[in-house]
């Protein structure tokens, strides 16, 4: 994800906001979907405020679980 912000901020955006669809995800899935070690995850032991930053971005939304359960 920091590679496409770097990308678009190369192309002239001034500022970049990122709009994920999901929760952050913070901890690997225990149903047998591979996905990566926890220490992997943009999201595992950050704030949002934290991972924004981590990634380049000038802002970042997640949904909330909330929302994904409506």
């Known amino acids: 994800m920091a590679q496409i912000v770097g990308m678009v901020r190369k192309?002239?955006?001034?500022k970049v906001?990122?709009?994920?669809a999901a929760p952050?995800?913070?901890y690997a899935n225990v149903y047998?979907?591979?996905m990566p070690s926890r220490r992997e995850f943009a999201a595992n032991?950050?704030?949002?405020?934290e991972v924004c930053k981590s990634?380049?971005?000038?802002?970042?939304?997640y949904q909330t679980v909330d929302?994904?359960?409506k």
Request: avoid cysteine.
């Open 11 to 14: 192309s002239g955006a001034k």
């Open 17 to 20: 906001y990122l709009a994920i």
């Open 24 to 26: 952050p995800v913070r």
């Open 32 to 34: 047998g979907v591979d």
């Open 45 to 49: 032991g950050l704030t949002e405020e």
């Open 55 to 61: 990634l380049g971005a000038d802002g970042l939304l």
């Open 67 to 69: 929302d994904l359960i």
